[in-house]
């Protein structure tokens, strides 16, 4: 018998949507809630509460005729990254054989397929007014159209395995978006990754590093410089093995982004990278005696490690807006969790914590 998927279980829509085959994923879009542009050249969905997200899939699909140029998964990691989190969809339904709409109008070939000359100027002219006009709809903007505030599209890739490049992460050389954005997408994974065990190298504007035309969303034609464009490339490996780590972590990402408002102001001011290291994790309350202060964090090596810190330094613990400084020691191998940081049971009562509630301590580089 076929086991009925949970809408509520976040792993079941996962696994569910992640092993669909790109044709029958694309089949699936308008009872995904999709909507199309009038030459369905792309199917998008807004972003929720006006999330300053959204994620886009641009070579998902392959051609009936002309196979072998989608980057498999991506569309679907796209999905599953704005459905958990709330944030808005952009998925091309043409396959970059026929038309790329991660190239300009005058591209003639990709990979080693010839563009049609006709569909590629008006798919892209398509992109640029639909995707505008998506997110127009739903954030403040100027009377020349350009954007007030600043919002955040991710553009997921794939690439085949390389060495020593699991995850390429692009900023165009600061032509998509700022570079202080890109880091912190780039930080952002690193972390995540290492919390659930995956050890995979994250590299900036290494190789892949952005499409040359989305660049042009980023001009007062468009949408005007608020707009932070970055395009993140996912090896082959992690696409067939772990698709569905990279949904989670990039809506993990998405949400921290939107909600966070002392994440966005140091990303904007640059600080993210050059001041702060972070390390993502669960609260794990611990029973101490009441001799012990409380004001400490327990961390293992691996945790210590990342954040390049040694028992006894301080480090400041992030919950919501509040910012608690606190001293590191060493966390007792029955304490440690997989993705878990260790508090004292005092302090989380102090500070409104709860056990498995989302926290992140983050180290100051530079005092």
């Given at each position: 018998?076929?086991?009925?998927?949970?809408?509520?279980?976040?792993?079941?829509?996962?696994?569910?949507?992640?092993?669909?085959?790109?044709?029958?994923?694309?089949?699936?879009?308008?009872?995904?809630?999709?909507?199309?542009?009038?030459?369905?050249?792309?199917?998008?969905?807004?972003?929720?509460?006006?999330?300053?997200?959204?994620?886009?899939?641009?070579?998902?699909?392959?051609?009936?005729?002309?196979?072998?140029?989608?980057?498999?998964?991506?569309?679907?990691?796209?999905?599953?990254?704005?459905?958990?989190?709330?944030?808005?969809?952009?998925?091309?339904?043409?396959?970059?054989?026929?038309?790329?709409?991660?190239?300009?109008?005058?591209?003639?070939?990709?990979?080693?397929?010839?563009?049609?000359?006709?569909?590629?100027?008006?798919?892209?002219?398509?992109?640029?007014?639909?995707?505008?006009?998506?997110?127009?709809?739903?954030?403040?903007?100027?009377?020349?159209?350009?954007?007030?505030?600043?919002?955040?599209?991710?553009?997921?890739?794939?690439?085949?395995?390389?060495?020593?490049?699991?995850?390429?992460?692009?900023?165009?050389?600061?032509?998509?978006?700022?570079?202080?954005?890109?880091?912190?997408?780039?930080?952002?994974?690193?972390?995540?990754?290492?919390?659930?065990?995956?050890?995979?190298?994250?590299?900036?504007?290494?190789?892949?590093?952005?499409?040359?035309?989305?660049?042009?969303?980023?001009?007062?034609?468009?949408?005007?410089?608020?707009?932070?464009?970055?395009?993140?490339?996912?090896?082959?490996?992690?696409?067939?093995?772990?698709?569905?780590?990279?949904?989670?972590?990039?809506?993990?990402?998405?949400?921290?982004?939107?909600?966070?408002?002392?994440?966005?102001?140091?990303?904007?001011?640059?600080?993210?990278?050059?001041?702060?290291?972070?390390?993502?994790?669960?609260?794990?309350?611990?029973?101490?005696?009441?001799?012990?202060?409380?004001d400490r964090v327990y961390l293992d090596r691996s945790q210590r490690l990342y954040?390049?810190?040694?028992?006894?330094?301080?480090?400041?613990?992030?919950?919501?807006?509040?910012?608690?400084?606190?001293?590191?020691?060493?966390?007792?191998?029955?304490?440690?969790?997989?993705?878990?940081?260790?508090?004292?049971?005092?302090?989380?009562?102090?500070?409104?914590?709860?056990?498995?509630?989302?926290?992140?301590?983050?180290?100051?580089?530079?005092?």
């Amino acid at each position: 018998m076929r086991r009925r998927i949970s809408r509520h279980s976040k792993l079941d829509l996962c696994q569910y949507i992640i092993w669909k085959k790109g044709d029958t994923f694309a089949s699936m879009l308008k009872d995904l809630g999709f909507e199309y542009d009038s030459h369905k050249y792309l199917a998008y969905k807004k972003s929720k509460d006006r999330m300053p997200v959204f994620f886009e899939s641009l070579h998902g699909f392959n051609d009936v005729e002309r196979q072998g140029a989608a980057e498999p998964k991506t569309a679907q990691i796209a999905y599953l990254a704005s459905e958990l989190s709330g944030a808005g969809t952009i998925i091309a339904l043409m396959s970059r054989s026929v038309c790329d709409l991660n190239r300009g109008e005058r591209a003639r070939k990709t990979l080693s397929f010839n563009l049609d000359r006709n569909l590629q100027k008006e798919g892209t002219h398509q992109y640029f007014n639909t995707v505008t006009d998506l997110i127009r709809v739903s954030r403040e903007i100027h009377g020349n159209g350009n954007l007030k505030h600043d919002l955040l599209i991710i553009s997921v890739h794939g690439m085949k395995n390389r060495k020593r490049r699991d995850i390429d992460v692009g900023s165009g050389g600061g032509r998509l978006c700022k570079k202080s954005v890109a880091e912190w997408v780039a930080v952002q994974l690193r972390s995540r990754l290492s919390v659930r065990g995956l050890d995979y190298k994250v590299n900036l504007d290494m190789g892949f590093s952005g499409g040359s035309h989305p660049k042009l969303l980023r001009t007062n034609e468009y949408l005007g410089e608020k707009l932070q464009y970055v395009q993140i490339e996912l090896s082959r490996t992690i696409r067939k093995w772990n698709a569905v780590d990279m949904a989670l972590i990039l809506a993990e990402i998405a949400k921290d982004y939107s909600k966070n408002k002392w994440t966005r102001d140091s990303i904007y001011n640059g600080n993210v990278v050059s001041r702060h290291r972070l390390l993502d994790g669960s609260a794990k309350g611990i029973d101490l005696p009441d001799i012990d202060p409380y004001d400490r964090v327990y961390l293992d090596r691996s945790q210590r490690l990342y954040l390049n810190i040694q028992k006894g330094q301080s480090v400041d613990l992030i919950v919501g807006e509040k910012k608690i400084k606190l001293e590191v020691h060493q966390a007792r191998y029955f304490q440690i969790g997989d993705g878990k940081i260790v508090l004292d049971r005092r302090l989380m009562h102090k500070i409104g914590v709860h056990d498995g509630q989302k926290v992140k301590i983050v180290k100051h580089l530079i005092n």
